[in-house]
């Protein structure tokens, strides 16, 4: 919609400020006011120091001859300094013994005060001094009186018109005035030319006006049209690395080719509407720079300079992480380039002053191979030069242009015009502009792909800056390692770090079965010698230390941990997101350092953050990672889709946009997202975060169902999930595996054994309780004995003595039992008595 819309409205200003001036342009003006010619007036200098400067220069020597002061030239200035005085109520001398005389080595002076009038060697010195004293002088006047035959009076006015209009008038009618008076031979007789100025009538611009305007100015309003697209794609594009969108797609196994291609042909048929809406509204507006040009010539104008931005937007995506900061520097682009535009475009001559083939070659170059909106500016300006209509300074009317024919693109701006005193000989064909919009176009595009694998992830992942040169960046690595040579040299290649002895007893031996070629070799995830480093010197973190890991079929592994123990990025180098520091991962006898790609099409993964499209509903995004995972053509995909909606309660709000869900109902998709295209390996990064316990137990359900035939790797900070989930428990501390096993084994082996807890009928009673506790169970411990509840603990060895001691308390032959109740350890207890454990040691890194 932003396409149509910002051509329009842009239109629509156009002609509102057309409106704005056409009042006071297009009035005729048949009898034009009189203005009496004034005398000189006192110089003004620079904006800084305005008393600096001289008002006038004169002398009555030629070039740079040396000759004797001239008396006769004297009194023509002093009269005239005297009628100026009359005149301009001024209080120059008209004294010449008291005018300023200066000499050759007045050439480097710098003024420090206003002269009124100065003598001065001759007329080189004048044009000297005005060339390196600049806007100084105001006027200078060269006598050259001839008395041969009879008197010729002839003079020469220099005149500064940078300062004011051309005045030269009112120096020539005072002149006049005293060689008249002087040669009147009538002192008293004062002789006054009064002129008066009068313009001819003018004709008011009825026509046309705003084609005037669009071939002036409109390049600057056409190229915001096209920025505004251009922000558009920077705020996308970004937005999807922000929020991790991007990166979701590529963990689900979407090539970096299919990202970049669909994003592509999007703004590709975006700035395609964009130019034609364009032209097609500048054509109903009846503009002459559209109706008057090649269609094809103004589809190469706007579309040309779109694609060319577009690339542009792309390569500056890859350098930014945050939508703000992308958002900020297109608004800083479209700045400089509003103004780029207005002042250097809206002028031909200064326009053209650079793109002359003989002048400032290296700025053109840098600005025509760097900068599109450059090249938009110039070949704006050519179009306009013949498509629109010109307005004629001398009859004060508007001609029509010729036309802007497909042709004219091949041909030199002076083959086809020539206005003014502009030379065009050596202007650059009009087509070399749309060349370097290709060549922009290209060349960022190219810099985008580089920089985008360059350029680390939000997960620190790249490729070195040769990557181009490696054989495996051109040749598809999708072939099946063996699993046994694989596991034979990754332990050879990347030795472990950290010393094996100081691991858990079940850690080691599955750490050894693991490196152990003939151990589980249909294993869907092997491990070995993980390592996972962040930053270097003293900054270095070390998230993973050594993790060695098989997974098997049919299992949920649950990974638990505290935070920063390593869980998340465990996942995150399994997804491929992320590079190992050293080690490497197998899935499905795929290798993560050598094919990613290969990995991430057999992964389903629920990232530990919501990664959704907020404008698509449920099944928008089902239906989205099926293409994604080539599953889109699959004949019961909408069954199988529907019935995995209903397994997690979101059947009844599969079409409601995800933007309105809840954070638990969020997580069901993400989790269901994760099943697409039924993967061998699922990776769930905390998947119940937010869900109430009614839907966690769906979600429980749909995983436990969901395992056969594959493995799940689970992390979570629920021991209640783990405990109901994890056929077997990984327990990590400090980047390291601590303990590892089935929720029972790990309970037997690290939990306190039993709990009972008894209260006594009556205080008088506890003392009794106590004894019978010791003499039925040898070796059992009093934990806690306050507010009348007694709870006793005892070891897995001493299971024998229990039935006899529940059978006592059910019977309570004594009545000195009130109630009781008897407990196994939980899995909390289990992780938080490892993770106190391992706080007392250090391991040691080999």
Same mark, same amino acid.
């Given at each position: 919609m932003i396409t149509i819309i910002t051509p329009l409205i842009i239109m629509l200003f156009l002609e509102y400020v057309i409106k704005m001036n056409e009042d006071f342009l297009t009035k005729d003006v048949d009898h034009p006011e009189r203005i009496p010619l004034p005398g000189v007036k006192d110089c003004i200098g620079d904006i800084s120091t305005p008393d600096n400067c001289i008002s006038l220069m004169f002398t009555n020597c030629i070039d740079d001859d040396d000759?004797?002061?001239?008396?006769?030239?004297?009194?023509?200035?002093?009269?005239?300094?005297?009628?100026?005085?009359?005149?301009?109520?001024?209080?120059?001398?008209?004294?010449?013994?008291?005018?300023?005389?200066?000499?050759?080595?007045?050439?480097? &002076?710098?003024?420090?005060? @206003?002269?009124?009038?100065?003598? /001065?060697?001759?007329?080189?010195?004048?044009?000297?001094?005005?060339?390196?004293?600049?806007?100084?002088?105001?006027?200078?006047? /060269?006598?050259? *009186?001839?008395?041969?035959?009879?008197?010729?009076?002839?003079?020469q006015i220099w005149h500064n018109s940078t300062l004011e209009f051309n005045n030269t008038a009112t120096i020539s009618r005072g002149i006049d005035e005293a060689i008249i008076q002087l040669n009147s031979g009538k002192s008293d007789i004062k002789p006054r030319l009064n002129i008066d100025i009068k313009d001819f009538p003018i004709i008011g611009i009825k026509d046309n006006y705003s084609d005037y305007l669009i071939s002036r100015g409109g390049q600057t309003f056409f190229f915001c049209v096209s920025m505004v697209v251009f922000i558009n794609l920077l705020n996308n594009v970004v937005s999807d690395k922000e929020t991790k969108v991007r990166y979701s797609m590529e963990m689900m196994g979407m090539k970096r080719s299919a990202y970049w291609t669909s994003w592509i042909i999007y703004y590709f048929v975006l700035f395609l509407i964009n130019s034609l809406t364009t032209i097609f509204i500048g054509k109903i507006f009846g503009y002459s720079f559209f109706t008057n040009c090649n269609f094809l010539v103004l589809i190469y104008l706007f579309f040309g300079f779109g694609l060319a931005l577009a690339s542009l937007g792309f390569f500056i995506s890859t350098l930014v992480n945050r939508t703000k900061t992308a958002v900020l520097i297109g608004i800083s682009i479209l700045i400089i380039g509003f103004f780029v535009e207005y002042i250097v475009f809206s002028s031909s001559q200064l326009c053209y002053s650079f793109w002359a083939e003989d002048s400032n070659p290296i700025y053109r170059r840098i600005g025509s191979y760097l900068i599109p909106f450059f090249n938009f500016g110039k070949m704006y300006m050519d179009v306009s030069f013949l498509s629109s209509n010109s307005y004629n300074h001398i009859s004060e009317t508007i001609v029509e242009g010729p036309g802007f024919k497909y042709d004219d693109l091949f041909e030199k701006v002076k083959a086809t015009i020539s206005r003014g005193n502009m030379n065009l000989d050596n202007m650059e064909p009009t087509i070399n502009a749309f060349y370097y919009l290709i060549f922009n176009m290209v060349f960022y595009m190219i810099l985008t792909i580089y920089f985008d694998? =360059?350029?680390?992830?939000?997960?620190?992942?790249?490729?070195?800056?040769?990557?181009?040169?490696?054989?495996?960046?051109?040749?598809?690595?999708?072939?099946?390692?063996?699993?046994?040579?694989? *596991?034979?040299?990754?332990?050879?290649?990347?030795?472990?770090?950290?010393? /094996?002895?100081?691991?858990?007893?079940?850690?080691?031996?599955?750490?050894?079965?693991?490196?152990?070629?003939?151990?589980?070799?249909?294993?869907?995830?092997?491990? *070995?010698?993980?390592?996972?480093?962040?930053?270097?010197?003293? +900054?270095?973190?070390?998230?993973?230390?050594?993790?060695?890991?098989?997974?098997?079929?049919?299992?949920?592994?649950?990974?638990?941990?505290?935070?920063?123990?390593?869980?998340?990025?465990?996942?995150?180098?399994?997804?491929?997101? $992320?590079?190992?520091?050293?080690?490497? /991962?197998?899935?499905?006898? +795929?290798?993560?350092?050598?094919?990613?790609?290969? =990995?991430? $099409?057999?992964?389903?993964?629920?990232?530990?953050?919501?990664?959704?499209?907020?404008?698509?509903?449920?099944?928008?995004?089902? @239906?989205?990672?099926?293409?994604?995972?080539?599953?889109?053509?699959?004949?019961a995909l909408d069954d199988i889709l529907i019935s995995r909606l209903k397994a997690v309660q979101l059947y009844t709000v599969k079409d409601a946009l995800s933007k309105t869900y809840s954070g638990g109902m969020k997580r069901r998709l993400s989790m269901i997202i994760a099943t697409i295209g039924d993967p061998n390996v699922i990776l769930l990064d905390e998947p119940t975060t937010g869900m109430d316990p009614v839907n966690r137990r769906y979600v429980w359900r749909f995983i436990e169902n969901f395992k056969k035939g594959r493995c799940v790797l689970l992390t979570t900070h629920s021991m209640e999930e783990a405990d109901a989930l994890g056929d077997e428990i990984v327990i990590m501390s400090r980047s390291v595996v601590k303990a590892i096993g089935n929720s029972i084994h790990l309970k037997n082996k690290f939990g306190n054994g039993y709990s009972i807890s008894?209260?006594?009928?009556?205080?008088?009673?506890?003392?009794?309780?106590?004894?019978?506790?010791?003499?039925?169970?040898?070796?059992?411990?009093?934990?806690?004995?306050?507010?009348?509840?007694? *709870?006793?603990?005892?070891?897995?060895?001493?299971?024998?003595?229990?039935?006899?001691?529940?059978? &006592?308390?059910?019977?309570?032959?004594?009545?000195?039992?009130?109630?009781?109740?008897?407990?196994?350890?939980?899995?909390?207890?289990?992780?938080?008595?490892?993770?106190?454990?391992? $706080?007392?040691?250090?391991?040691?890194?080999?």
């Open positions: 000759c004797t002061r001239d008396s006769e030239v004297d009194k023509i200035m002093s009269t005239f300094i005297e009628n100026n005085n009359e005149r301009m109520n001024l209080t120059w001398s008209t004294d010449p013994n008291k005018w300023d005389v200066w000499d050759k080595d007045k050439l480097n &002076y710098n003024v420090t005060k @206003k002269f009124d009038i100065v003598h /001065v060697p001759n007329s080189n010195f004048i044009y000297n001094y005005t060339m390196s004293h600049v806007n100084t002088t105001s006027f200078g006047i /060269v006598f050259d *009186i001839n008395k041969d035959s009879g008197t010729n009076y002839r003079y694998n =360059v350029r680390p992830n939000k997960y620190g992942k790249k490729k070195p800056f040769y990557y181009f040169l490696l054989p495996s960046y051109w040749k598809r690595s999708d072939k099946i390692v063996n699993c046994k040579e694989w *596991i034979k040299e990754t332990p050879k290649k990347y030795p472990h770090k950290i010393d /094996v002895r100081e691991l858990d007893d079940d850690v080691r031996t599955h750490f050894r079965n693991t490196c152990n070629p003939d151990y589980e070799t249909n294993a869907p995830v092997r491990i *070995i010698n993980l390592r996972k480093e962040f930053g270097y010197g003293k +900054k270095k973190k070390i998230a993973i230390k050594n993790s060695c890991l098989t997974i098997g079929k049919n299992k949920v592994i649950a990974l638990l941990g505290q935070n920063g123990a390593g869980k998340s990025t465990t996942m995150n180098i399994i997804s491929g997101l $992320s590079t190992p520091t050293s080690g490497d /991962v197998l899935v499905m006898n +795929k290798s993560v350092l050598n094919n990613a790609s290969g =990995v991430q $099409s057999e992964l389903g993964i629920c990232p530990q953050d919501d990664i959704l499209f907020k404008d698509l509903t449920a099944m928008e995004h089902l @239906k989205l990672y099926s293409g994604i995972k080539g599953a889109i053509n699959c004949l008894i209260i006594a009928n009556g205080d008088e009673n506890i003392e009794n309780v106590k004894q019978i506790a010791k003499e039925m169970v040898p070796g059992i411990r009093l934990a806690d004995d306050s507010a009348g509840a007694l *709870i006793f603990e005892f070891s897995y060895d001493l299971s024998e003595y229990i039935p006899k001691f529940v059978q &006592y308390l059910d019977e309570n032959p004594d009545g000195i039992i009130s109630t009781w109740g008897m407990s196994q350890t939980t899995l909390e207890e289990v992780f938080l008595t490892v993770i106190h454990e391992d $706080s007392k040691r250090k391991f040691k890194e080999e």
